[in-house]
T-cell receptor
């Protein structure tokens, strides 16, 4: 089985930077994903990490440390439209879903204040 | 046009009824998935299919069945709906070796 933990809710200010952490325990780690989900909408892909280090994509960056079972999503220059839930998901070779199935954390609800 | 579509978008049904949720995709992907999302529990995998002849149970398959009618179509059935199956249901697709899953808009199901 897997255990994925991320904070339930975070609040940040428009224009600032926020870091959303995710810790996981898995036996057959094969990648970590971050998805964004606005209320009532489908999740959309943000980033993928399988090797240690930082992946940068515009205002969003994602970091992975496999030895620590730890990832974070960094959002810079926050905008009001960034208010959403951010889902951490782990791909495990030994879980249901085979090599592609994802196990999701419960999500972090990010509130952006003016 | 949306690449992954789900019908219906909203459905209210009664306990004991059989209901089918449908998913279609125009992305040409072989792999399709059904998830349910509940407040406080996140997304959980119900069933997945890697091609038309391959169907597999996910984390929470009890009370559900699926049918992969074609590469583009993957249906989820609730044989006898019960209130704790009230949830938001998402279909998703991916294409090996891509690392990204593409989600449909979701079906909000309420079982009374």
């Amino acid at each position: 089985g897997q255990n994925i933990d991320q904070p339930t809710e975070m609040t940040a200010t428009e224009g600032a930077i926020v870091q959303i952490n995710c810790t996981y325990q898995t036996s057959g780690f094969n990648g970590l994903f971050w998805y964004q989900q606005h209320a009532g909408e489908a999740p959309t892909f943000l980033s993928y990490n399988v090797l240690d280090g930082l992946e940068e994509k515009g205002r969003f960056s994602s970091f992975l440390s496999r030895s620590k079972g730890y990832s974070y999503l960094l959002l810079k220059e926050l905008q009001m439209k960034d208010s959403a839930s951010y889902l951490c998901a782990v791909r495990d070779l030994y879980s249901g879903g085979g090599a592609d199935g994802l196990t999701f954390g419960k999500g972090t609800h990010l509130i952006i204040q003016p | 046009d949306a690449d992954v579509t789900q019908t219906p978008r909203n459905r209210i049904t009664k306990t004991g009824k059989r209901i089918m949720l449908e998913c279609s995709q125009t992305k040409g992907h072989d792999r399709m998935y059904w998830y349910r999302q509940d407040p406080g529990l996140g997304l959980r995998l119900i069933y997945y299919s890697f091609d038309v002849k391959d169907i597999n149970k996910g984390e929470i398959s009890d009370g559900y069945s699926v049918s992969r009618q074609a590469q583009a179509k993957f249906s989820l059935s609730l044989e006898s709906a019960i209130p704790n199956q009230t949830a938001l249901y998402f279909c998703a697709t991916s294409d090996y070796p891509s690392n990204e899953q593409f989600f449909g808009p979701g079906t909000r199901l309420t079982v009374l």
